[in-house]
């Protein structure tokens, strides 16, 4: 008997922490999102679903903008992660461990310091901008805060370790012997690279992808920090809407769309690099 | 009824006989998808509406303060920049009474402070403040109508009905101030930055000038917002109706898509301003006074010509408040002539108290250099004292009949806020 129970008793605490975190406020989300009326009296459940079309129509630029910061963001990720995860897992030698911690020190920091941080570096008359200005380099109304080159630059610096530790995950697991009989058969190095360390790299990669696009497509502070109202997104429309308005029903509708519409992305990442599942492969 | 055909049996046999049966798969399914329906429609959000709001039951105020005592501490949630941060008044008052407060400037803007404080009013539990300071205006209506303003006691404020004056008893948000006393007026207007702007700037619709393009700031507030939208184009916000609404819309559409919005703030303008981010700002009249005092910069604050609106931040009491009675012990203190005086001297906002004026001269009057010219210029100020003429300038906030109304007005407005 009580071998049977064991694994359901073994699952019951996760079980349960997500039934009341997960399950119960997805629910109620649901809910808030079909329910019609104001904040002083109520809201009633009535099946409005006209809430999601209002409020997709109202708000699609800012939902798409989201999606495309989120991508450049994870593209220039992936750029500027791989040499340094391939450099510390290939060159790191015996600092390797020294080496990932400096990298992660700045993120001992608060996220929201750390990001505002970057206003008094970016300000319009800062110690970048102004000596530049002086010299007449740049014009006096020029700006970086308030563009989304500062929004996907403040995204690309606070998601930077979630793409190097899986891609350095993945390069530090490649046995050192692969790339050598690559060698051994007259592979160049740039060949050894194409064809034996990037393959093997690539669950890394894809592992990053998922934990940069996902949050880095539903941030809120970065823009809110370093942007302007002309690099609104869909993060802060959902904030605003929840905690400025009190306009539950279309907090509610943009938030399970941003849901499906993620969830729809990953997949279909998922599926154009032949993948059947997912998680298996963000595992490995 | 048409007669059943003889070859087909009874059409009630029939539907027995070719309805689908339900299997044990179908009837979990079916029993999941009633279970979130049911699941659906239970979470409601309450509502705290109370209608009779505006004209509560004549004993609501005894029953109200019958019992509550003396905690000795008060917790004060106001807005920044709107106190001298040495807090002498706070100080004397603990002094005068035994009364600590606890000060913060937790309040930027009316919208994000009514929807984080509503769900714990709306559980009847605290908010963690005695005392806030409040604007007329939606919100404003919005704490009214959910009942979570205490109702105060007048025979607790015997300063208020000595020195206030006449207009500030007889608001259109609160005649009578069944809810709230007025701790300061003021104006909504435009600062500027006459080294960066290159000239004066007298008019709204500089706000729209190309020249200054990526340097402009606006409020995010939405009454604030659509309030010079409509003053720009002659539309008095008052008695606007939901097609001037949308001119109006049309208009600061228009100054964004023109890429002169550098952005919408709350009260961050001020610190905007100060790093340059903006030279011309929507702002509000003490703010560019203040700044000036304590960082010596030159910002200069005008009402343009088209028009301004003025509004008045209110004291009020939570009905949670853990200590009301110290906290209308406050809001009393505060008009006393002198603190009147003392405050308005700091903040250079509207005072309530008109007999603060002869307090200010008398102060200059006895202060030297420096100090004695700023204290003449506050009291002969129109920000702190307008005349009737400045008056007659001034527009009032929309007050909006139904939820239904305000919800239309914000349904217009937000989009161009959040880009």
Request: aromatic share 12%.
């Amino acid at each position: 008997m009580r071998r049977v129970l064991a694994p359901y008793l073994l699952i019951l605490p996760g079980g349960l922490w997500l039934l009341l975190f997960f399950v119960v406020p997805m629910v109620t989300m649901l809910s808030l999102s079909l329910q019609q009326g104001d904040i002083v009296n109520g809201y009633v459940f009535t099946g409005h679903w006209q809430t999601y079309v209002d409020a997709i129509s109202a708000y699609r630029e800012q939902l798409f903008r989201s999606l495309v910061y989120g991508a450049v963001t994870t593209i220039v990720l992936i750029v500027v992660s791989f040499p340094v995860a391939y450099w510390i897992a290939f060159y790191g030698g015996r600092r390797k461990a020294t080496y990932l911690f400096l990298l992660l020190l700045p993120f001992f920091v608060s996220f929201v310091l750390r990001t505002i941080s970057w206003r008094y570096i970016l300000t319009d008359d800062g110690f970048v901008l102004g000596p530049l200005k002086d010299i007449g380099l740049l014009g006096p109304s020029f700006h970086l805060l308030g563009t989304p080159f500062a929004v996907v630059a403040g995204l690309v610096y606070n998601f930077l370790p979630f793409m190097v530790l899986p891609v350095y995950v993945a390069l530090e697991r490649i046995d050192p012997r692969v790339v050598e009989a690559a060698r051994d058969l007259y592979a160049d190095p740039a060949t050894a690279f194409r064809r034996v360390i990037l393959p093997l790299a690539l669950p890394g990669v894809f592992a990053g992808v998922l934990m940069t696009f996902v949050p880095a497509s539903s941030d809120y502070v970065n823009s809110a920090v370093l942007g302007s109202s002309d690099t609104t997104m869909i993060g802060q429309v959902i904030q605003a809407q929840y905690l400025a308005n009190s306009d539950y029903p279309t907090a509610s509708a943009l938030s399970f769309t941003l849901m499906a519409v993620l969830l729809i992305g990953v997949f279909a990442y998922a599926r154009a690099l032949g993948t059947e599942d997912v998680m298996k492969v963000a595992a490995r | 009824m048409p007669p059943t055909p003889r070859h087909l049996p009874d059409p009630v046999l029939l539907r027995g006989l070719t309805q689908r049966r339900l299997g044990r798969r179908d009837a979990l399914r079916l029993s999941g998808l009633s279970a979130l329906g049911l699941a659906l429609a239970a979470c409601g959000v309450e509502g705290q509406g109370n209608p009779d709001a505006s004209a509560p039951a004549a004993d609501a105020v005894a029953k109200y303060w019958a019992g509550k005592t003396s905690t000795k501490k008060v917790d004060f949630a106001c807005w920044p920049l709107y106190m001298d941060p040495e807090q002498p008044e706070l100080k004397k008052f603990t002094a005068e009474t035994g009364i600590a407060v606890n000060y913060q400037e937790v309040i930027q803007e009316m919208g994000p402070w009514f929807a984080k404080v509503q769900p714990q009013l709306a559980a009847g539990q605290s908010i963690g403040y005695d005392l806030m300071v409040i604007t007329n205006g939606i919100q404003f209506k919005q704490f009214k109508d959910s009942g979570f303003l205490a109702p105060l006691d007048p025979a607790k404020l015997p300063n208020f009905a000595k020195n206030a004056a006449p207009a500030y008893k007889q608001e259109a948000f609160d005649p009578g101030n069944v809810y709230s006393v007025p701790w300061a007026s003021g104006i909504t207007g435009i600062a500027y930055d006459e080294k960066r702007t290159g000239r004066p700037i007298t008019k709204l619709a500089d706000l729209w000038d190309p020249a200054f393009k990526g340097k402009v700031g606006m409020f995010s507030d939405t009454q604030e917002l659509g309030n010079f939208g409509m003053m720009v184009l002659g539309i008095d916000p008052d008695e606007s109706t939901a097609e001037d609404w949308r001119k109006a819309a049309a208009k600061l559409k228009e100054q964004k898509d023109q890429g002169i919005i550098r952005n919408y703030y709350d009260q961050s303008y001020i610190d905007a301003l100060g790093k340059g981010e903006v030279w011309i700002t929507q702002a509000w009249s003490g703010d560019v006074f203040q700044k000036n005092v304590s960082d010596g910069t030159d910002f200069k604050f005008v009402i343009p010509e088209e028009g301004a609106t003025i509004w008045t931040d209110n004291f009020t009491i939570p009905v949670t408040a853990a200590s009301p009675l110290d906290a209308i012990t406050l809001i009393d203190f505060f008009y006393r002539v002198d603190m009147a005086a003392s405050l308005a001297e700091y903040i250079n906002y509207v005072t309530p108290v008109p007999a603060a004026r002869d307090q200010i001269r008398k102060d200059a009057a006895a202060a030297s250099g420096e100090d004695k010219a700023g204290l003449e210029e506050i009291a002969e100020s129109p920000l702190v004292f307008p005349t009737e003429a400045d008056y007659a300038k001034l527009n009032y906030y929309r007050d909006f009949a139904t939820p239904a109304e305000q919800q239309e007005y914000q349904r217009i407005f937000e989009p161009i806020v959040l880009g």
